[in-house]
């Protein structure tokens, strides 16, 4: 991980003085990640339409010490091609696609469909479950800088003020400890009733 994490720097260092392209970030914590790619975040399922609607990321510091800015989200390109991806493989065929994508002052969030396949199903299936919760971004950093400690100087992780949205990730580990999935309200509250019938029945 150190040595992923040495070589985000050393590309988004290249990229800060002109001898680069923005290399692709991604937010999870998946041991089979390229580097960079750590982070994932909260998925809420919606009853309408049986779509999924995610927190894709916030701006909470994760488990790296890295924070994505949630305003300094650039949506254009991704609105034009909404790709779900399994686990940040660019490699395989998109298992989703988002419905829509906006961002409020705490988090960017998204709808998510998924498409008519026996894999990406299972993956949805994972989801409404509740044995799968988190998702991930994949973004193209257009402005940052390093987060440090304000007394010793110490490097805490990156701060991304400005970034594109590529792609959006099902992914199995979210790195984001507030990464969870969240119910709707009559769900909760059903379940709610069940742990306090099985509360008075011991």
Do not use: K
Not at 32 to 61: K, N
Not at 89 to 113: H, N
Not at 178 to 183: D, K, Q
């Amino acid at each position: 991980m150190m040595q992923e994490r040495a070589a985000l720097r050393r590309a988004l260092d290249s990229y800060r003085s002109g001898g680069g392209e923005a290399p692709a970030v991604c937010r999870w914590a998946g041991d089979a990640a390229p580097a960079g790619r750590d982070a994932g975040d909260a998925v809420t399922e919606r009853a309408a339409g049986g779509l999924l609607t995610v927190v894709a990321s916030t701006g909470e510091v994760d488990r790296h010490g890295d924070v994505v800015s949630p305003d300094g989200w650039h949506l254009e390109g991704y609105r034009r091609n909404p790709v779900i991806l399994w686990a940040h493989d660019y490699r395989r065929p998109a298992i989703g696609r988002a419905q829509a994508v906006w961002q409020d002052e705490r988090a960017l969030l998204a709808r998510l469909e998924f498409a008519p396949t026996e894999f990406a199903q299972n993956i949805a299936s994972l989801y409404r479950q509740g044995y799968q919760r988190g998702v991930s971004v994949g973004f193209r950093p257009l402005r940052f800088e390093e987060r440090r400690d304000a007394r010793s100087g110490a490097f805490l992780g990156i701060r991304f003020l400005e970034q594109e949205l590529l792609e959006i990730s099902a992914v199995p580990v979210p790195a984001n400890d507030g990464a969870l999935l969240r119910e709707n309200g009559s769900r909760a509250a059903a379940t709610a009733v069940v742990s306090l019938l099985r509360t008075l029945r011991t």
